[in-house]
């Protein structure tokens, strides 16, 4: 199969560099014509699409953002961010006292306090602070950016575990068949069926109540992510990996004498390969939105951790949803920009991976 | 067909049986601890003393026993009683589960099928128009359209709403199903003020999911107009309007059926981001909050609930399937 690809598409290439076929007469053959081996096809279709390039123009620009920007802002040390001790702005505080005095007429006084918060917190947007401060004195603009490192390597850490268990669970499941295939079969369609939202759920706040509260309650909600989710991946794995294995080519392989392993890892997974980057490439935008979910129903990491997930955790609250909108769009948008740059970079991915795909 | 059903529904039990014994396992080592709260709560100022009260309420639930034997026993009470349709007694809403479920799913199916109508309305037209313009304008913005639409996040477009349209500019109500009217509101105002409250929890649904319907479509309406039937039909002369709505448009629908009835169980589950942050009290939003404080026989009976649906949604997806296309034999 793979073979034929190859074929089809170097015959296409020669069809469309020696249209004057006149020409061709005494010129080396090589000269001509330009030989694609099958993985630059895929980039050149890749590279082709305009909407798979601007999904990979916006990964880059906000892995930069995230693990550059930092380095400049003067509101961090290293992956730590730094409070703002300069007294903020005051606050004012005003309560109205109403009563009626000797001759009758009602008067309302107003007793107003002001207090100097010791931190810059809830400060305007400026120079200093582009997108202001937060309720404890951190910048939300530096926030925002340490907030991608955790909220972008999250999901590679989640879906590359996920792929490994995947490959190898549904890969011995396909090879082998019989009982292996029905035990790994079963286990996937009980894992994707338990509802995953509500999972997430129940751990969180069996962990919140284990007094684990800060980051690590994140870092298990996506350990147990990985482990109910690596089923879909299995599938994939084991679906191609069937139909792989009755071909000619691994009846070669076979009678070459090849061990069990090597017909595995050399010759049947290498064709798996497209349908199973792609399917990361999906993967890892879920698993940001997965993270970013957890964080605004308040079981991920806690308000104040620099994660996007707990920054929009801000939107569940009346008077920052309202009042203060600079708290949550931006993290908002950030991970919405990250989830449709997956998202265009693996529907790139499948097209260019498509060999029927002729644009 | 029959042979082959009856063998997925065994397969069937043997899946939720084992999704049970999980989720059950999770639920009991929650060590959020609902009826200590509830035990403090009804001794109060009494004085009493509520490790007592506690100790009694467990037993009374059959929570005691926490070792291997314990659960494993607990686990067979609770099978035997939810097979014979015994769910037990919510410990948040003091209800017997069941009732709380049932009395609200009508919201949360009604905003779901009402979205759902909406979805198909919008997408299918709008998904063949743009196959039968592939790379055209119209088709270039629907698909951008449509990422967008499957990668916002339910949560930021339901707060951007909120935030732009219930506050800044006070066109929606929010919060709940209907605000505090006078008593002697007649019943049209009182619907118009429920519909007032619904249109942008529907708008976020329906917006979030029409992605996957209007892609689903332009994939199929593709694909069906590179069938030999289509150029048959135009090379007998049939004008391009009766060729779409006539050939093309049916034979899409075909698919689509097949989606439909995987999709149509998860309609009673409720939406849970969407009815948290709109505060509507559809069955989504109860799960969320009896999660949050371990009510465990709503709990089981909801993520069950679920389970049963998705199982139900694969089971009629593969059954139609077979019925809408007849080359499909199933079993084999």
């Not at chain 2, 509101?185 to 003020?193: A, D, E, G, L, Y």
């Not at chain 2, 069938?227 to 048959?232: E, G, K, S």
């Not at chain 2, 093309?248 to 969407?274: C, D, E, K, Q």
């Amino acid at each position: 199969m793979e073979e034929n690809k190859v074929l089809e598409n170097v015959s296409e290439e020669v069809a469309e560099t020696t249209a004057p076929a006149e020409d061709l007469r005494g010129e080396n053959l090589n000269d001509r014509v330009r030989v694609l081996s099958p993985g630059m096809m895929v980039a050149k279709r890749f590279f082709r699409s305009k909407l798979s390039m601007l999904g990979l123009v916006m990964l880059i620009a906000l892995f930069l953002f995230s693990f550059l920007g930092p380095i400049f802002s003067p509101w961090a040390d290293g992956g730590t961010p730094i409070k703002d001790e300069t007294p903020g702005a005051p606050i004012l505080s005003i309560k109205s006292f109403a009563y009626i005095d000797n001759e009758g007429n009602e008067i309302i006084a107003y007793e107003m306090n002001e207090t100097i918060p010791s931190n810059n917190q809830f400060a305007e947007l400026s120079s200093e602070h582009l997108l202001g401060t937060d309720n404890n004195g951190y910048d939300l603009f530096t926030n925002l950016m340490l907030g991608g490192r955790i909220s972008l390597t999250i999901g590679f850490v989640v879906i590359i575990i996920e792929t490994v268990i995947g490959v190898i669970l549904g890969g011995l499941a396909g090879y082998f068949g019989g009982w292996v295939d029905n035990l790994v079969m079963r286990i996937v369609d009980i894992i994707s069926c338990i509802p995953t939202l509500p999972i997430m759920l129940i751990l969180s706040t069996t962990f919140t109540s284990l007094k684990i509260v800060d980051i690590r309650r994140l870092y298990y909600l996506m350990g147990v992510l990985t482990l109910i989710g690596w089923g879909g991946i299995a599938r994939l794995v084991r679906g191609q990996i069937l139909s792989l294995r009755e071909q000619d080519f691994m009846l070669a392989a076979k009678c070459s004498g090849l061990s069990t392993s090597r017909k595995i890892f050399r010759h049947l997974l290498p064709n798996v390969m497209p349908q199973l980057i792609v399917s990361m490439t999906m993967g890892l935008g879920s698993i940001i939105l997965m993270e970013a979910t957890l964080g605004f129903l308040d079981l991920g990491a806690p308000l104040g951790t620099p994660t996007w997930g707990a920054m929009i955790n801000a939107a569940a609250n009346m008077t920052y949803l309202s009042g203060y909108p600079n708290f949550w769009i931006p993290p908002g948008i950030c991970i919405t920009l990250a989830i449709l740059a997956f998202n265009f970079v693996g529907d790139g991915l499948r097209d260019a991976f498509d060999p029927k795909m002729k644009r | 067909m029959v042979k082959y059903v009856i063998k997925r529904l065994l397969l069937s039990i043997f899946i939720l049986l084992g999704v049970s014994i999980i989720l059950y396992a999770l639920v009991r080592i929650m060590p959020v601890d609902f009826l200590r709260d509830k035990a403090v709560a009804i001794v109060g100022s009494s004085g009493a003393d509520p490790d007592e009260l506690y100790e009694r309420l467990c037993e009374a639930y059959g929570l005691t026993d926490k070792t291997f034997v314990g659960l494993c026993k607990g686990y067979w009470g609770w099978l035997t009683n939810f097979v014979q349709g015994d769910f037990g007694d919510s410990w948040k809403y003091n209800q017997p589960v069941s009732e709380a479920i049932f009395k609200n799913m009508p919201i949360s199916f009604g905003i779901s099928f009402v979205s759902l109508i909406l979805q198909l309305l919008i997408a299918i037209p709008l998904g063949i128009k743009c196959a039968c313009n592939q790379y055209g304008k119209l088709d270039y913005f629907a698909t951008v359209l449509t990422m967008i639409g499957i990668s916002f996040p339910t949560f930021f477009l339901g707060s951007l709403l909120i935030k732009f349209f219930a506050i800044d500019l006070g066109w929606f109500e929010i919060g709940g199903l209907i605000s505090s009217l006078p008593k002697d509101t007649s019943i049209f105002t009182k619907i118009v003020n429920v519909a007032w409250h619904l249109v942008l929890p529907m708008f976020l649904l329906t917006v979030l999911s029409i992605g996957a319907w209007l892609r689903y479509t332009r994939t199929n309406t593709l694909e069906v107009l590179n069938a030999d039937y289509i150029r048959t039909a135009r090379a007998k002369g049939l004008s391009e309007n009766s060729v779409i709505y006539k050939h093309v448009f049916r034979n899409t629908l075909i698919p689509l059926v097949t989606l439909l009835a995987g999709t149509l169980p998860s309609l009673f589950s409720g939406a849970m981001i969407t009815e948290t942050i709109f505060d509507i009290p559809g069955i989504g939003n109860m799960a969320y909050q009896a999660m949050l404080v371990g009510d465990i026989p709503f709990i089981m009976t909801y993520n069950m609930f679920i389970a049963v649906l998705t199982v139900i949604g694969i089971l009629l997806t593969d059954i139609m399937y077979a019925v809408v296309d007849p080359r499909v034999k199933l079993g084999e």
